[in-house]
């Protein structure tokens, strides 16, 4: 259980200061991706970007396919 309570820190964290590179919502931070467009990348072939970013892209992906994105909200109200 701590080892998954970490990993949730540690995307939580990142997820602080990531924004999206490129693309139609640069300079979005990656919680506040609309869930249609991360559906986009789960469904193409190559799917998400590699490494870091996109393992957080699939993470708020997740979160929020299971109803989960409550998650993000202390985050997002703490960015204003």
């Known amino acids: 259980m701590d080892d998954l309570a970490a ?5 939580l ?3 602080e200061r990531y924004r999206m590179p ?3 919502f640069e ?7 609309p869930y249609e467009y991360l ?5 193409k072939q190559d799917g ?15 979160t929020k396919a299971c109803g989960a994105e ?3 909200f202390p985050m ?5």
């Open 70 to 72: 409550k998650v993000f």
């Open 48 to 62: 998400f970007p590699g490494g870091r970013l996109g393992e957080l892209m699939q993470f708020v992906y997740e």
């Open 27 to 33: 300079g979005s931070y990656l919680d506040r991706l």
């Open 13 to 15: 964290a990142d997820l």
């Open 22 to 24: 490129f693309g139609r």
């Open 7 to 11: 990993q949730l820190a540690d995307y």
């Open 39 to 43: 559906h986009w990348f789960a469904e």
């Open 76 to 80: 997002q109200k703490a960015r204003g």
